[in-house]
Protein backbone atom coordinates (compact mmCIF):
# COMPACT_ATOMS: atom_id res chain seq x y z
CA UNK A 1 0.00 0.00 0.00
CA UNK A 2 2.88 2.22 -0.36
CA UNK A 3 4.83 1.63 2.10
CA UNK A 4 6.93 -1.48 3.00
CA UNK A 5 7.14 -3.68 5.85
CA UNK A 6 10.64 -2.35 6.40
CA UNK A 7 9.06 1.13 7.21
CA UNK A 8 6.52 -0.48 9.34
CA UNK A 9 9.24 -2.63 11.55
CA UNK A 10 11.65 0.33 11.56
CA UNK A 11 9.74 4.21 11.16
CA UNK A 12 13.07 5.72 13.26
CA UNK A 13 16.17 4.71 11.64
CA UNK A 14 18.98 5.60 12.77
CA UNK A 15 20.58 8.52 11.74
CA UNK A 16 17.95 9.12 9.23
CA UNK A 17 16.04 12.66 9.90
CA UNK A 18 13.10 13.96 8.93
CA UNK A 19 11.82 18.13 8.62
CA UNK A 20 9.58 19.02 11.01
CA UNK A 21 6.45 18.91 9.72
CA UNK A 22 5.39 22.39 10.24
CA UNK A 23 8.88 25.18 10.25
CA UNK A 24 6.71 27.77 11.81
CA UNK A 25 3.32 28.34 14.16
CA UNK A 26 0.17 28.95 13.51
CA UNK A 27 0.27 32.46 14.70
CA UNK A 28 3.79 33.38 12.76
CA UNK A 29 1.56 32.29 9.44
CA UNK A 30 -1.62 33.91 10.28
CA UNK A 31 0.57 37.53 11.27
CA UNK A 32 2.44 36.96 8.00
CA UNK A 33 -0.72 36.78 5.87
CA UNK A 34 -1.78 40.04 7.16
CA UNK A 35 1.21 41.54 5.89
CA UNK A 36 0.37 40.18 2.90
CA UNK A 37 -3.02 41.05 3.22
CA UNK A 38 -1.81 45.07 3.87
CA UNK A 39 0.37 44.58 0.73
CA UNK A 40 -2.05 43.84 -1.51
CA UNK A 41 -4.46 46.72 -0.21
CA UNK A 42 -7.00 44.01 1.08
CA UNK A 43 -7.48 45.82 4.50
CA UNK A 44 -10.33 44.08 5.36
CA UNK A 45 -9.05 40.49 5.17
CA UNK A 46 -6.21 41.69 7.01
CA UNK A 47 -8.23 43.08 10.01
CA UNK A 48 -10.01 39.59 10.19
CA UNK A 49 -6.46 38.19 10.62
CA UNK A 50 -5.66 40.34 13.41
CA UNK A 51 -8.77 39.83 14.91
CA UNK A 52 -8.21 36.02 14.82
CA UNK A 53 -4.28 36.81 16.35
CA UNK A 54 -5.39 38.75 18.90
CA UNK A 55 -7.65 35.80 19.82
CA UNK A 56 -4.61 33.23 19.86
CA UNK A 57 -2.89 35.82 21.45
CA UNK A 58 -4.75 37.05 24.81
CA UNK A 59 -6.47 33.10 25.70
CA UNK A 60 -5.05 31.14 28.50
CA UNK A 61 -1.86 29.52 27.03
CA UNK A 62 -2.01 25.99 27.51
CA UNK A 63 1.68 26.28 28.03
CA UNK A 64 4.20 28.74 29.45
CA UNK A 65 4.80 31.02 26.90
CA UNK A 66 8.37 32.33 26.72
CA UNK A 67 7.53 34.48 23.60
CA UNK A 68 4.29 36.35 24.87
CA UNK A 69 5.82 39.71 25.51
CA UNK A 70 7.76 39.38 21.50
CA UNK A 71 3.65 37.74 20.36
CA UNK A 72 1.86 40.92 21.93
CA UNK A 73 4.75 43.49 20.55
CA UNK A 74 3.98 41.80 17.06
CA UNK A 75 -0.07 42.74 17.73
CA UNK A 76 0.40 45.75 18.28
CA UNK A 77 2.68 46.37 15.43
CA UNK A 78 0.52 45.01 13.39
CA UNK A 79 -2.52 47.28 14.79
CA UNK A 80 -0.37 50.41 13.95
CA UNK A 81 0.72 49.25 10.70
CA UNK A 82 -3.01 48.57 9.64
CA UNK A 83 -4.18 52.22 11.23
CA UNK A 84 -1.79 54.18 9.28
CA UNK A 85 -2.62 52.39 6.02
CA UNK A 86 -5.99 53.60 6.62
CA UNK A 87 -5.10 56.82 7.48
CA UNK A 88 -2.47 57.78 5.34
CA UNK A 89 -3.20 61.61 5.63
CA UNK A 90 -1.94 61.08 9.14
CA UNK A 91 1.38 60.41 8.61
CA UNK A 92 4.51 62.83 10.36
CA UNK A 93 6.46 63.54 7.21
Not at 34 to 49: N, R, S, T, W, Y
Not at 62 to 69: A, E, G, H
Request: net charge negative.
Amino acid sequence: MGVDDAELEHPAREGVRHPPRYSRRLSDKILIAFHHACDQGDFEVGEQLLHILEMMLTRRPLSPDTNRRKNMESLVAAHERLWHLRHPEARDD
